[in-house]
Nanobody, 116 residues
Framework: QVQLVESGGGLVHPGGSLRLSCAAS????????MGWYRQAPGKQRELVAG???????DYADSVKGRFTISRDNAKNTVYLQMNSLKPEDTAVYYC??????????WGQGTQVTVSS
């Protein structure tokens, strides 16, 4: 069974940076578009960044210019570099397939808290 393991979250001050990682096991990672999602308390999970198997990226307007998604197919890993973090970026961040109705089993996510 495919496992998604997110890491790299933490507590950061506004304006700070974090780099999230997501490792996928036993999965044809390289042929799938992958994405980073987030879910804040009381809100629906949303896709904030996606990357195709060829490296084309797209971002939610709320993070455009601040977040950068990348992938390393050799390591079955997708990354999210988050800069200029804002309190409204506080959420649990997850990775999964992107732009598809067929999701993998969700991992535990990684908590990102932006607070002074």
């Amino acid at each position: 069974q495919v496992q998604l393991v997110e890491s790299g979250g933490g507590l950061v001050h506004p304006g700070g940076s974090l780099r999230l990682s997501c490792a996928a096991s036993e999965f044809m990672f390289s042929i799938n578009a992958m994405g980073w999602y987030r879910q804040a308390p009381g809100k629906q999970r949303e896709l904030v960044a996606g990357i195709t198997n060829r490296g084309h990226t797209d971002y939610a307007d709320s993070v455009k210019g601040r977040f950068t998604i990348s992938r390393d197919n050799a390591k079955n890993t997708v990354y999210l570099q988050m800069n200029s973090l804002k309190p409204e970026d506080t959420a649990v961040y997850y990775c999964n397939t992107a732009w598809t109705s067929s999701f993998l089993r969700w991992g535990q996510g990684t908590q990102v808290t932006v607070s002074s």
